[in-house]
């Protein structure tokens, strides 16, 4: 199957439905800490990748990258989980939705969030707060591995978020998953179907496996 089509197998997939799936795999991919700063944000897409490091003397760009990230990508900023300055406000914001960029994942904060809200780009981090990451940070490495709420992301690893927060799937295993997570959300569906018939709920988990349904499997 296609890289595109992982995507959109992907994007119809929920975050709790895929973290099911990473540890029925025993894959580690659930972004602690990390959410949504707007109602109804969702992504879903490829990595692209940043990591940042404290400002040197003269200190280096926040957000000169932009216009290198393809459309469709997810950017992944890797601030080292620091909550005292941002790097992503209202600039990058208004060009990452111009460019059609499909959202924006912090290990840090952000701040701007009333223009994201309003544009509709979707963005997730730790938390959001005003003050700049200008002299503070700078881009130290693009494309690179980095480490988000816990979670190594190489460039090219599929990225989904919503509501729950946010999971990474490793593109060395993301068939495998997407397979497993696809399996998870048929079982559930179908223990749903069986009580809206009138199945007690404890009968219809046992006849689709349902506590057994994230258990450690071989990948």
């Not at 992982?6 to 895929?18: H, I, K, P």
């Not at 003397?57 to 459309?71: F, H, L, N, R």
């Not at 980095?146 to 599929?158: A, E, F, K, M, S």
């Not at 998870?184 to 219809?204: F, M, N, P, V, Y």
Request: proline share 4%; aromatic share 4%.
């Amino acid at each position: 199957m296609s890289s595109a089509d992982n995507v959109t197998r992907l994007r119809a997939l929920d975050c709790a439905t895929l973290s099911d799936a990473l540890d029925r795999l025993g894959i580690v991919g659930q972004c602690a800490k990390i959410a949504p700063r707007g109602d109804n944000f969702a992504l879903a897409g490829r990595a692209f990748t940043i990591r940042y490091e404290t400002a040197s003397k003269p200190p280096g760009t926040v957000g000169d990258y932009i216009d290198d990230v393809p459309p469709g990508s997810i950017l992944v900023l890797d601030n080292r989980g620091r909550e005292d300055c941002t790097v992503w406000g209202d600039i990058l914001t208004e060009i990452a939705h111009r460019r059609q960029l499909g959202g924006t994942v912090i290990d840090g904060i952000c701040r701007d969030v009333s223009l994201c809200r309003k544009n509709g780009y979707p963005v997730f981090a730790r938390a959001h707060w005003m003050r700049t990451g200008k002299d503070r940070v700078q881009v130290d490495a693009m494309q690179v591995p980095v480490c988000i709420g816990g979670v190594r992301v190489l460039p090219g690893d599929l990225l989904r978020g919503d509501a729950d927060g946010v999971v990474v799937i490793p593109a060395s295993h993301e068939s495998a998953i997407l397979d497993a997570a696809d399996a998870i959300e048929r079982a559930e569906d179908a223990i749903r179907e069986l009580t809206r018939s009138g199945k007690r709920l404890d009968e219809a988990r046992v006849a689709h496996g349902y506590h057994q349904l994230q258990s450690v499997r071989e990948k």
